[in-house]
């Protein structure tokens, strides 16, 4: 019998183990047009050719239909609260405060939704099919991506 | 024998980097091609089952966005399998033996180009034991390939005979990737890149997409399709342990093709080598003779994309059938480090 | 016509948080091993495996059925690795079923796990893209704006939620292996959970769990041979649409609706909550019992909620169509496994082995799955009788 000199230091039950693996994410051609938009602030959906259905942000294709999306369609930054919630769960190095309200909005004139934040009003006068408009942070500030809008807030007057 | 019919093949072109493109992007338009060139339409496929890998491209859950390029509404049959989409082919091959289904869609798609994918691959490895030592995946094949040599199995000539043949064959294929002719003298004076193997015996990194369709013999001639018929598929898998496997041999392989109904009027073999050496190894596995030509669409060698790589020997087996090439044909899918896990599929023509 | 299949032999692990006693091939075999003792047979017995987990990147491991091949006893054999999402740990048991049913195989072995200890789940899946902001709202930030609709429609009262809470932590005290054993539960205990997302409070919701749940599904042979009752597989469905498009119905997916009705054709059910005995139904947030009935076609649309409230998925109250009486999702989820677990509880019902949680006398019992946004479901029904 060998004598084990670590017989008595236990199992090892956890080791590190860290990955770091660096990607270059791509977005997609049909998604250009989109985020060259709104790195001016602006906002590009996509046509579906079959049901003429308006999408923002689009990934190619009219998933419903399976076909590539062909039009460009320059929408507002106004739209309506389609769901929401108010999220309380406090998660580690989350910037944002919460609670807050996280909500499906669907712009005018599209006809899918997004998710994005509700601002300036109190979270229990949130309401479904609130008219909302975009908070865009400040010009210097813009980059490629939904996050130049800060969040969204009713529309003056709108709501009761 | 079975009555499944592959009728349909379609190959985006395999590229080094497929730009910006997305999953919906790489896969709608070989799908399309697929329906088109067999006739049929979308709400005639029964099921539909497709092959991708998250961290090729870094982000989870690829496969859901690939069901944005299907229309899939009204809702699809549809599965997923998170390996080569040849293994994609065999779900629904045993779905169509169950009588589950008659017609089938398979897609594979890879995008590699984004990250490192020999680095990638060294997350298949043993998570506690070889994983954190990151061995990426041509030094593993640099082993197999040591061991080849030292074996005896092969020689460096026959190494650069199989690289001639692939950019040979590949002349013949437009969607090949590596299609520069080379010679013996030229493989000669290339140096080393991870020895033994140099750039020349490992598969380029691609990107790209497959897709293809099968259905039952019976709708394949009601509708006066071509096709290729399979006879029988099957797959095994070896030791994750290198030490534990012979690395000159594969009897995975060969136990598979035997149960798919390997003979010996095969006159071609798709084959998974993603390097020169393993051709060499899947020849000698498979008890090929001399006369059976090899990946006549130049092979992995010529383009490799991940996840596709597999179904492509198959649908590139069943395209040459198609053609009235050979009558007869095998095609060949791996996964893993070192040809860890094979799967062979038996064609013949109608 | 498909071979008759049955599930012959079924294997569970104690799920907890975190099971830091094994490494994930020592709990990957823990429950096929636990599945072999169940069906009486060897290793050697088994002729292919199918294995499923939810995404790689929640171990931080890739295609992990190459480095399981050894643990599973699967060298040269077939071995397939399923991954729809949520609904993987179904689909995975159909794709072995499939197996069977294609007369190729006569016995294989299922095994769906999930060892989220091992990595940083939430990490995995808030990789960031520029189509969305970065909410960090979790899973429960997709979820309850649908739940909250779902309220809205049907004009439910706030405590059904909570109810359903409590119904499946009582279960969960009848199963030994559930992830939470909370004998104190009650409203009270639930209604003072701290809110995480509205109407969604932290007891509403289901854990994050470590386990693996196994089966050996046979053949009409390998069944005879068996020596415990098979759970005959009556029929199976699978389901996906889109994630997102224009006019998506998604408090009341299509997909589950055809799946459903698929999977009930097959099995010969007309009104499913009475010719049921008892169903496994993926319920991660407590309301989606309420949907999933209606969804399901167990009642009317905005009636799901009173069943709840009647007692009707209860077990202890002597409901009529009780649901997850192994405690269910909100008692342990581990989740590319939860999925083979509602399947594999099912099959444990009609075998009359589900111990202290048996609905007496079940002949036909329901195992759903689903994932995604809503989007994927897989479902089986499993009989006591072959047909
Ligand atoms: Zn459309």
């Keep these: ?160 | 024998m079975t009555d499944i019919a592959i009728v349909s093949y379609a190959q985006a072109p395999m590229v080094r980097d497929a730009g910006c493109a997305n999953e919906v992007e790489l896969i709608m338009p070989v799908i399309n091609e697929a329906l088109q060139a067999c006739g049929l339409a979308r709400t005639d496929i029964d099921f539909v089952c497709s092959g991708s890998a998250d961290y090729l491209q870094g982000a989870p859950f690829a496969f859901v966005a690939g069901v944005d390029a299907l229309g899939a509404f009204p809702p699809i049959k549809e599965s997923h399998v998170e390996m080569d989409a040849a293994w994609a082919l065999y779900e629904c091959y045993l779905k169509m033996l169950a009588g589950d289904i008659d017609s089938a869609l398979i897609y594979g798609f890879g995008k590699s180009s984004p990250g490192n994918l020999p680095e990638v691959l060294s997350l298949q490895l043993d998570p506690y034991y070889l994983q954190p030592l990151c061995p990426d995946s041509v030094s593993l094949a640099a082993l197999q390939a040591r061991a080849m040599l030292d074996a005896g199995r092969c020689t460096r000539e026959q190494m650069n005979e199989v690289v001639i043949n692939s950019r040979r064959q590949a002349q013949k294929n437009p969607r090949a990737q590596l299609r520069k002719p080379v010679s013996q003298e030229q493989l000669q004076a290339e140096v080393d890149w991870i020895a033994p193997l140099k750039k020349s015996d490992c598969c380029p990194i691609s990107d790209g997409a497959s897709a293809l369709v099968i259905c039952r013999e019976s709708q394949a001639r009601e509708m006066g399709l071509p096709y290729a018929r399979v006879v029988g598929m099957d797959h095994r898998i070896e030791s994750h342990m290198l030490g534990f496997r012979d690395l000159t041999d594969s009897p995975s392989a060969r136990n598979a093709a035997k149960s798919a109904g390997l003979h010996n009027n095969i006159e071609a073999a798709e084959l998974h080598a993603p390097f020169s050496h393993q051709e060499i190894l899947l020849r000698q596995s498979l008890g090929l003779s001399e006369n059976v030509d090899i990946n006549p669409s130049g092979g992995a060698l010529a383009g490799n994309v991940m996840m596709a790589a597999g179904l492509d020997r198959i649908g590139s087996m069943a395209a040459a059938i198609l053609r009235g090439d050979y009558k007869f044909g095998l095609a060949h899918a791996t996964s893993g480090p070192c040809l860890q896990q094979n799967l062979v599929t038996i064609l013949e023509a109608a | 016509m498909a071979n008759h299949a049955a599930v012959i032999g079924v294997g569970q692990v104690k799920y907890q948080t975190q099971r830091d006693d094994v490494s994930i091939a020592g709990l990957v075999r823990e429950a096929a091993q636990n599945a072999l003792d169940d069906a009486q047979l060897e290793w050697s017995d088994i002729d292919a495996v199918v294995i499923g987990k939810a995404p790689d990147m929640f171990e931080g491991h890739m295609m992990p059925e190459l480095y399981l091949a050894d643990a599973l006893c699967a060298t040269n054999k077939p071995i397939l690795r399923v991954h729809t999402a949520g609904s993987v740990g179904g689909s995975t048991a159909i794709v072995a079923a499939s197996h069977v049913q294609s007369g190729v195989f006569e016995r294989v072995l299922t095994v769906a796990y999930e060892k989220q200890s091992e990595s940083n789940a939430m990490w995995a899946l808030s990789s960031k893209q520029p189509f969305a902001t970065h909410l960090n709202a979790g899973a429960g930030g997709f979820f309850a704006p649908l739940i909250r609709e779902y309220i809205q429609r049907s004009n439910a009262p706030a405590e059904v939620g909570m109810q359903v809470a409590v119904k499946d932590r009582l279960h969960a005290l009848r199963n030994p292996l559930a992830h939470l054993h909370m004998p104190d539960i009650d409203l009270a205990t639930v209604e003072a959970s701290p809110m995480l997302w509205e109407p969604l409070r932290f007891l509403e919701s289901c854990p994050s769990s470590d386990g693996a749940c196994a089966m050996i599904i046979g053949s009409e042979r390998a069944a005879a041979a068996s020596p415990k009752k098979p759970a005959w597989i009556r029929g199976t469905a699978m389901r996906s649409e889109p994630t997102n498009f224009a006019g998506r119905e998604q408090v009341n997916p299509q997909a589950g609706i055809d799946c459903a009705k698929d999977v009930y054709r097959q099995a010969g059910i007309q009104n499913p909550r009475k010719d049921l005995d008892t169903a496994e139904i993926y319920v991660p947030f407590s309301w989606y019992e309420p949907m999933w009935l209606e969804n399901l076609g167990f009642c009317d649309i905005g009636e799901g909620w009173k069943l709840t409230l009647e007692g009707a998925t209860s077990l202890p109250e002597g409901g009529d169509i009780p649901w997850n009486c192994s405690g269910g999702v909100l008692s342990t989820n581990p989740i590319g496994a939860s999925g083979m677990i509602r399947f594999a509880e099912a099959a444990q019902q009609v075998r009359g082995l589900a111990g202290d949680y048996q609905v007496e006398g079940t002949q036909l019992a329901l195992g759903h799955a689903y994932g995604g946004g809503a989007q994927f479901f897989s479902m089986w029904v499993v009989g006591a009788e072959k047909q």
């Design chain 1, 1 to 160: 019998m060998s004598s084990n000199p670590n017989e008595s230091a236990g199992p090892v039950t956890m080791m590190q183990a860290p990955l770091y693996l660096q990607y270059r994410f791509t977005a997609g051609t049909s998604s250009l047009s989109f985020l060259h938009a709104i790195k001016r602030g602006r906002l590009i959906g996509r046509r579906c050719p079959g049901c003429e259905s308006v999408y923002i942000p689009c990934r190619g294709s009219c998933a419903r239909c399976g076909v590539a999306t062909c039009d460009n369609i320059e929408l507002t930054d106004e739209g309506v609260i389609d769901k929401f919630t108010v999220v309380h769960i406090p998660i580690p190095n989350n910037p944002i405060k919460p609670p807050f309200v996280v909500a499906h909005i669907r712009l005018n004139g599209a006809d899918n939704a997004f998710h994005h934040l509700i601002g300036e009003v109190d979270n229990d006068k949130v309401k479904l099919g609130m008219k909302v408009k975009a908070v865009w942070r400040p010009e210097s500030e813009w980059d490629y991506g939904l996050d130049n809008i800060r969040y969204f807030k009713p529309l003056g007057g709108e709501h009761d």
